[in-house]
């Protein structure tokens, strides 16, 4: 619902439209009906010339916010309440992923880097890259985080390739998988064994 003041700024700013883009003989008219309008025709009005747009809308567009809502099949390695990691999909090296805050900004938070540090950190125990490059790109008017493994002398500008949803899933759980610790064998067993061992003959 719109104030009064909302009601006669909106006004203004039409009637300011009009004195610039109509023909003379039209701005008399048009003034008149943009004043004799109650709140539900201007509404009405404001919705049928799509005069203001809706910022989901308005962000429908953009690759990122689709990645971060789920619209778009991605998979993810982690995320928090500010941005989502997702492997990249068209990835430069194993392990390539970017992270997507879940709002459309032209300024990730610093929460975003430390989900970027956080994972990074997997990668490098996991896959062993000679280093991991973490660097902001923006695109569509937002922001995200790449952070690239770099295994032989590969950067944002290498070759990239389209990998398939499988293998990109094979790359998370290989990234998620427990190492196997050996279990050592319980004190009691070790002594039995002991026991068995045959005695020594000088």
Not at 55 to 60: K, R, S, T
Not at 80 to 101: C, Q, T, Y
């Amino acid at each position: 619902m719109l104030s009064d003041e909302e009601i006669i700024d909106i006004k203004q700013k039409l009637i300011s439209h009009i004195e610039s883009t109509f023909p003379p003989e039209q701005i008399l008219s048009a003034k008149s009906q943009i004043e004799a309008m109650n709140l539900e025709q201007l509404e009405s009005f404001i919705e049928k010339n799509k005069l203001i747009k809706n910022p989901e809308e308005e962000n429908a567009g953009c690759v990122f916010c689709n990645i971060a809502s789920g619209k778009i099949n991605s998979v993810r390695l982690g995320e928090d309440e500010n941005a989502v990691a997702v492997l990249e999909i068209n990835p430069i090296s194993k392990g390539h992923f970017i992270v997507v805050p879940f709002q459309h900004t032209d300024y990730a938070p610093k929460e975003a880097m430390e989900l970027a540090k956080k994972i990074s950190k997997k990668i490098r125990e996991k896959f062993s890259p000679k280093e991991i490059e973490i660097l902001k790109s923006k695109m569509f008017g937002h922001e995200i985080i790449n952070v690239l493994p770099v295994y032989n002398n590969e950067n944002l500008n290498s070759e990239r390739h389209r990998e398939t949803m499988e293998n990109l899933e094979k790359v998370k759980e290989e990234l998620e998988k427990k190492e196997e610790v050996k279990e050592e064998k319980p004190l009691k067993e070790k002594i039995e064994e002991f026991r068995w061992l045959p005695k020594r003959i000088p």
